[in-house]
């Protein structure tokens, strides 16, 4: 038995379809023959926020399919929010193909029920759901829709026409993913980027606005329930930059247009644009203004890198001016906030959140440079450099450096240094990777590297950016191997969690989160 979800992120009106695939294949162990019988029900729980909600369930057909849908008899479109919540308008489908004659479709009570006689089969789960995401108080379709030429029965039937064909493809993608993944950091290593595809992928909604330019939401599931969360974009971020950069592009538009609009006015980016599903302005209790101004600029730097170009960096050239300008006024030494690591509460002169700043400072003059803009590019490359030697200065604490400025034994993981590599800038020492490696080592717990010297969790994406810091695969794999013994042995029966303790390998808190995306950082390597 297969389930396919066809996320093949260079066919976004594929990535969108909101159709999988339930495929089965019956063999006989005793060489002898036997009567089989395939049964799958889908209840209408698909299709509710609360158990007590009513449902209704109807069937239909076109030429080439047959269809069971339920949802709610009250169709509250867009009307709720939040985290844990699950969506209640539109409808869930359970379709098979008309050419299946051996395959009946009915409903009994609330539930969709699939049968058939026979070996070998595929049945189809789907969802329409009327509208997706409100944005800035314009009610958006998802993208497969077409702005509403195509329907969710078309999109079935293209399904079933496509089915073969999908197959071949999803199959030849497995295979070339598992090849790289194995190539850049070994079994292991693949083990974990197949892990956290799907779940990545999937935590996002892909539409666009009223301009057609592409929008692509995150939600923060198991978290806050934020819609557009910069610091969720961030460490998901490697795994599009490695398929599809527009897709990337998808989930920083909503922050440029909230800036470009003049709805967002303050002088550095915001931390997300609303609660799913309704995108219409940060709902978050408190900014980022280093962390989420310095995400955005490398983030841009990243996609000119990935692209080839800095074009996409001069359409929102005076807001990420803006923002730099913050940086430099604001990212050697932080005040006393929020870090994307909110969760481990405020603290100042972050030693970590200073090295986003200084490769938000050098992004900004790497895309200068790209433009044209000699002078500008001079300006900001020389203070990221003047900045960068301060920082190694001020953060030295011997034998590694420091959680905070001025908090003498203290550590954490610089994962932020990764992009010092990536993008060429070269502006730190080796020798500040090689030392904060080595001392890494000697922190391991059972299940990987703690955060920092607070508290013995850790999070599974950033151990990643933090192992390919290293230039050597045995280093990597050291830090590696005790991730991949967590997913493996975790007790917590959840969607992936990325916050865990290393100790025991029991989920702390979050759960099916897309920022499991970066576990493929190694492969931008």
Not at 74 to 87: F, T
Not at 90 to 102: H, R, T
């Amino acid at each position: 038995m297969n389930f396919v979800a066809p996320l093949l992120l260079n066919d976004l009106d594929l990535v969108s379809r909101p159709v999988d695939y339930v495929s089965y294949d019956v063999t006989s162990a005793d060489d002898k023959d036997h009567q089989v019988s395939v049964d799958f029900n889908m209840t209408s729980q698909w299709a509710k926020n609360e158990p007590n909600q009513k449902t209704e369930a109807t069937s239909g057909k076109t030429e080439k399919i047959q269809f069971l849908k339920t949802g709610t008899v009250d169709q509250q479109i867009l009307k709720h929010k939040g985290d844990n919540v699950r969506i209640d308008w539109g409808y869930a489908y359970l379709a098979s193909s008309l050419s299946e004659k051996a395959a009946t479709l009915s409903i009994d009570s609330t539930v969709l029920k699939y049968s058939k006689v026979g070996n070998s089969g595929f049945l189809m789960i789907g969802y329409d759901d009327i509208e997706s995401v409100q944005y800035f108080d314009n009610n958006l379709k998802a993208w497969w829709k077409k702005d509403g030429a195509v329907s969710i029965e078309q999109a079935l039937e293209s399904a079933v026409g496509d089915y073969e064909s999908i197959i071949k493809r999803c199959i030849k993608f497995d295979n070339e993913l598992w090849d790289e993944a194995s190539k850049a950091g070994g079994k292991n290593y693949a083990d974990l980027c197949i892990l956290a595809y799907r779940q990545s992928i999937a935590a996002h909604k892909l539409t666009k606005d009223q301009n057609g330019n592409i929008l692509f939401f995150s939600k923060e599931n198991f978290s806050n329930g934020s819609i557009g969360t910069v610091d969720v974009t961030y460490p998901s971020a490697p795994l599009f930059l490695r398929y599809n950069p527009e897709l990337l592009k998808g989930m920083l538009n909503p922050i440029f247009n909230y800036s470009e609009s003049g709805k967002w006015t303050k002088p550095f980016a915001a931390h997300d644009v609303g609660t799913y599903p309704l995108a219409n302005g940060q709902t978050y209790g408190e900014d980022m203004p280093v962390e989420e101004s310095g995400n955005m600029l490398i983030l841009t730097a990243a996609i000119a890198k990935a692209e080839g170009n800095a074009k996409y960096a001069e359409q929102h050239w005076t807001v990420l001016t803006t923002w730099a300008d913050y940086l430099l006024a604001n990212g050697l030494d932080p005040a006393n906030q929020l870090c994307t690591d909110d969760f481990a509460g405020h603290l100042a002169h972050n030693t970590n959140l200073s090295i986003k700043a200084i490769m938000g400072i050098a992004s900004y003059g790497k895309l200068a440079e790209q433009l044209g803009k000699n002078d500008v590019a001079k300006k900001y490359m020389d203070e990221a450099k003047r900045m960068s030697a301060e920082w190694v200065k001020m953060a030295d604490d011997g034998d590694h450096y420091k959680l905070t400025f001025d908090q003498k034994g203290t550590w954490s993981q610089k994962y932020n240094l990764v992009w010092d590599k990536l993008l060429g800038f070269n502006l730190f020492p080796d020798d500040v990777r090689k030392k904060e490696l080595a001392y890494y080592l000697t922190k391991q717990q059972k299940f990987g590297l703690p955060l920092d010297s607070r508290r013995t969790y850790t999070k599974s994406d950033w151990i990643i950016w933090t192992a390919t810091l290293a230039d050597d695969q045995e280093t990597f794999e050291k830090l590696i191997d005790p991730v991949h013994d967590y997913v493996t042995n975790t007790p917590s029966r959840v969607p992936m969690s990325d916050w865990y303790e290393t100790t025991d390998a029991k989920q702390v808190g979050f759960q099916a989160r897309s920022v499991v995306g970066g576990y493929f950082i190694r492969m931008l390597k």
